[in-house]
């Protein structure tokens, strides 16, 4: 069966009268090959090259049964030769699909959603800038960002997927002083905890880490030939902040492995009226929208907390704002006072990376602010009716928002950066304070 894979994609690459080419070594880029073979025989559509290499898939080993006097097929980590059909497609512009030699005769299409959008706008008519990957400048990004969401219409499924979220800065400059603070921020402030909840993950109120928890959680640094790479992984997930191209700084939240997340779904072959709950997440088109939810979540979690490292309006200023009692409907709602145990804690529990994508109920804070579940009806319902009053207080600030139609409540824009503000500087050094001051 190797042999007649191999013998039919030499056929196709012969009958194209394309290059087909052996690599071997790992370090070499098959994408720099490809681009370079396209621009040297001024390829614009169809089968660019084929490339083979020796990698790694997850096949199967005969192993001998003592028992059963049979041989088993034992899944296992081997290695063959693997051949990548390089293409520009009409819709999807260059791709490429990685085709294993051996069985189960795996087959991954790999397509870019930025290079599917370039030729979106090119039908669409709006003019922009590219270089590599990325869009320095687009005239109509509202347009834009709309083809782009409409990627998402297609009746695949995703094995690996990367959602990326790009910040296009006016001024290299800019971004060039700023980025090293960023990237300080990354490594030696948020810890396996914040990365955790960046994708989603859920952390003991106490501290620590979930003893459920099997797995790693690592923050590396790596410096590349487009830029600084921060990088966070929890087990096979991650998210990434790059520098790109001197003026776009990029957020990339990648998902190898789906099934460490959850959806909120009917079981598997179920109709769609059965009971629902949180169960793993799947690589089908079903889940495909809800993919892409959580990884917008993970990439604005870790902009607003990068925001907070940039603010430029003085903490005294922020803190004034909800260090004094206002009005709301017609009410007095006292003053915040973030240093006090009780409020410091209250802005803790609203601001956990958890309850970035669904929001957070009066159920979901009562175990953050009262610890223990009561001991009766009568105990519930007072706690109920003391975190009402704290969400009232929260809302009469500003700082969050009722969803509607719901019992949830999000971070609003000034709660997002108020909030990361005041918990930031109730952790600073003094001494780097005092010197600040």
């Given at each position: 069966?190797?042999?007649?894979?191999?013998?039919?994609?030499?056929?196709?690459?012969?009958s194209?009268?394309?290059?087909?080419?052996?690599?071997?070594?790992?370090?070499?880029?098959?994408?720099?090959?490809?681009?370079?073979?396209?621009?040297?025989?001024?390829?614009?559509q169809?089968?660019?090259?084929?490339l083979?290499?020796?990698?790694?898939?997850?096949?199967?080993?005969?192993?001998?049964?003592?028992r059963?006097?049979?041989?088993?097929?034992?899944?296992a980590?081997?290695?063959?030769?693997?051949?990548?059909?390089?293409?520009?497609?009409?819709?999807?512009?260059?791709?490429h699909a990685?085709?294993?030699?051996?069985?189960?005769?795996?087959?991954?299409?790999?397509?870019?959603?930025?290079?599917?959008?370039?030729?979106?706008?090119?039908?669409?008519?709006i003019?922009?800038?590219?270089?590599?990957?990325?869009?320095?400048?687009?005239?109509?990004?509202?347009?834009?960002?709309?083809?782009?969401h409409?990627?998402?219409?297609?009746?695949?499924?995703?094995?690996?997927?990367?959602?990326?979220?790009?910040?296009?800065f006016?001024?290299?400059?800019?971004?060039?002083?700023?980025?090293?603070?960023?990237?300080?921020?990354?490594?030696?402030?948020?810890?396996?905890?914040?990365?955790?909840?960046?994708?989603?993950?859920?952390?003991?109120?106490?501290g620590?880490?979930?003893?459920?928890?099997?797995?790693?959680?690592?923050?590396?640094?790596?410096?590349?030939?487009?830029?600084?790479?921060?990088?966070?992984?929890?087990?096979?997930?991650?998210?990434?902040?790059?520098?790109?191209?001197?003026?776009?700084?990029?957020?990339?939240?990648?998902?190898?492995?789906?099934?460490?997340?959850k959806?909120?779904?009917?079981?598997?072959?179920?109709?769609?009226?059965?009971p629902?709950?949180?169960?793993?997440?799947?690589?089908?088109?079903?889940?495909?929208h809800?993919?892409?939810?959580?990884?917008?979540?993970?990439?604005?979690?870790?902009?607003?907390?990068?925001?907070?490292?940039g603010?430029?309006?003085?903490?005294?200023?922020?803190?004034?704002?909800?260090?004094?009692?206002?009005r709301?409907?017609?009410?007095?709602?006292r003053?915040?006072n973030?240093?006090?145990m009780?409020?410091?804690?209250?802005?803790e529990?609203?601001?956990r990376?958890?309850?970035?994508?669904?929001?957070?109920?009066?159920?979901?804070?009562?175990?953050l602010?009262?610890?223990?579940?009561?001991?009766?009806?009568?105990?519930?319902?007072?706690?109920?009716?003391?975190?009402?009053?704290?969400?009232?207080?929260l809302?009469?600030?500003?700082?969050?928002?009722k969803i509607?139609?719901?019992?949830?409540?999000?971070?609003?824009?000034?709660g997002?950066?108020t909030?990361?503000?005041?918990?930031?500087?109730?952790?600073?050094?003094t001494?780097?304070?005092?010197?600040?001051?």
């Amino acid at each position: 069966m190797t042999q007649q894979v191999r013998n039919a994609t030499e056929a196709v690459a012969e009958s194209a009268g394309r290059p087909l080419r052996f690599v071997n070594s790992p370090s070499v880029s098959k994408e720099d090959i490809a681009r370079g073979i396209a621009e040297r025989d001024g390829i614009s559509q169809g089968l660019i090259c084929v490339l083979s290499a020796v990698e790694v898939l997850w096949s199967y080993d005969i192993h001998r049964n003592r028992r059963t006097r049979m041989l088993d097929l034992v899944p296992a980590s081997r290695k063959c030769l693997h051949y990548y059909h390089y293409f520009i497609h009409p819709q999807l512009g260059f791709m490429h699909a990685r085709l294993a030699t051996w069985f189960p005769l795996t087959v991954h299409v790999c397509i870019n959603g930025r290079e599917w959008l370039a030729g979106q706008m090119d039908r669409a008519g709006i003019d922009y800038v590219r270089r590599d990957n990325c869009f320095t400048r687009i005239d109509d990004l509202p347009r834009a960002q709309a083809l782009l969401h409409d990627q998402l219409r297609t009746d695949w499924s995703a094995d690996e997927s990367e959602w990326a979220s790009d910040v296009m800065f006016k001024s290299p400059a800019m971004l060039a002083g700023l980025y090293p603070t960023l990237v300080r921020h990354g490594m030696q402030t948020l810890g396996s905890r914040d990365v955790m909840r960046f994708l989603g993950k859920r952390v003991p109120n106490a501290g620590g880490i979930d003893k459920s928890f099997k797995g790693e959680v690592v923050t590396d640094l790596k410096e590349r030939a487009e830029g600084v790479r921060v990088k966070h992984r929890v087990k096979r997930n991650a998210i990434k902040m790059y520098d790109k191209q001197g003026s776009v700084l990029r957020v990339e939240t990648t998902l190898n492995d789906a099934r460490d997340l959850k959806v909120y779904r009917p079981k598997e072959g179920d109709g769609p009226d059965a009971p629902k709950r949180w169960r793993p997440m799947r690589k089908g088109v079903a889940d495909l929208h809800r993919r892409a939810e959580v990884c917008q979540a993970a990439n604005e979690r870790y902009f607003n907390s990068l925001a907070s490292v940039g603010q430029t309006t003085p903490l005294g200023q922020l803190a004034a704002k909800v260090c004094r009692p206002v009005r709301w409907k017609s009410r007095r709602a006292r003053a915040l006072n973030p240093l006090c145990m009780d409020d410091a804690r209250l802005l803790e529990a609203v601001s956990r990376g958890e309850f970035a994508v669904h929001g957070f109920r009066n159920r979901d804070l009562r175990p953050l602010l009262h610890g223990s579940a009561p001991a009766s009806k009568v105990s519930l319902r007072r706690q109920a009716g003391a975190v009402t009053r704290k969400l009232r207080l929260l809302r009469a600030h500003g700082l969050i928002r009722k969803i509607p139609r719901t019992h949830r409540y999000q971070l609003t824009a000034k709660g997002q950066t108020t909030i990361t503000a005041l918990l930031t500087a109730r952790q600073a050094d003094t001494v780097a304070l005092a010197k600040a001051a």
